[in-house]
C-alpha cells in the first residue's frame, strides 16, 4: 500500500512504499558490503547519530542506488538531488567544505552515509533539536529547515514516523547481530 501526499508549497511527493520495497534485514546487507559496513559504523560514531537512523534515510532515498536521481520530488530543483542520500548540489557543497573536504561524489556510499550523520548534527545545532529525535530530523531532511519551520504536511510527518519504527528496527537488528562489537571503542550502547 501507498501513503501518497502531495506538499504544495514545495512540489515534494512523500510516499512509503510497500516494506518488502525496502531494506529489511541490514546486518545481510552490511556483511555483503564491508567496505559499506565500516563506513557506517564510521560515521555513526563520528556524528553520535545511530545506524539505523543513517541506513533508514539512505534506504528510504535511494534504495541503496548509487546513481538515484531526484526520488521523492517533483519540481525542477528535484533534478538536483542525487545519489545514495539524494543530496542537492547546494548542501552537499556545504557538507563537502564544513568537514574539510576539496570534493567528494554523492554516489560515494562513505561520503554519502557520513552525509547523513553530518546533516543531523549540522540542523541539531542550527534548530536546538536533539539529533536523536528521527521524525523532525527526517522532515528538515526532506523538507529543508525553512520547509520543516513553516510546517510539514501530515502525509509528511506520518512517513517520517513510519521511518522512525523503521530506524529503530533496524538498530535492534544491528545490535543483536554484533554490529559495532568488533572495532568500536565501548561507547556505543544498545538501542532502546
Known amino acids: ?21 525496502q531494506t529489511q534485514d541490514m546486518c545481510a546487507l552490511l556483511d555483503r558490503n564491508p567496505a559499506w559496513k565500516e563506513a557506517v559504523r564510521s560515521a555513526s560514531l563520528t556524528w553520535r547519530v545511530s545506524p539505523g537512523a543513517i541506513l533508514t534515510v539512505i534506504d ?11 526520488a521523492g ?7 538536483r538531488n542525487f545519489g545514495f542520500a539524494q543530496a542537492n548540489l547546494r548542501t552537499w557543497n556545504w557538507f563537502l567544505r564544513d568537514t574539510g573536504r576539496t ?22 545545532a542550527r534548530t536546538g533539536i536533539p539529533r536523536s529525535q528521527f521524525v ?6 526532506k523538507l529543508g529547515e ?8 501530515p502525509q509528511a510527518r506520518s512517513l517520517a514516523s513510519t521511518l522512525r519504527v523503521r530506524s529503530e ?24
Open 1 to 21: 500500500m501507498r501513503l501518497v501526499g502531495l506538499f504544495v508549497a514545495t512540489g515534494l511527493i512523500f510516499s512509503a512504499p510497500a516494506a518488502s520495497a
Open 60 to 70: 528510504q532515498e535511494s534504495r541503496f542506488r548509487a546513481t538515484a536521481k531526484g
Open 73 to 79: 520530488a517533483v519540481d525542477s530543483n528535484s533534478l
Open 103 to 124: 570534493s567528494g561524489s554523492r554516489s560515494d556510499f562513505a561520503l554519502s552515509v557520513d552525509f547523513v550523520g553530518w546533516h543531523f548534527t549540522k540542523m541539531e
Open 136 to 141: 523532525p530530523h527526517y522532515l528538515i531532511y
Open 146 to 153: 525553512g520547509g520543516f519551520k513553516r510546517g510539514a504536511p
Open 169 to 192: 528496527m533496524h538498530d535492534r537488528k544491528l545490535w543483536n547481530c554484533g554490529f559495532g562489537a568488533d572495532g568500536d571503542d565501548g561507547e556505543e550502547t544498545a538501542p532502546n
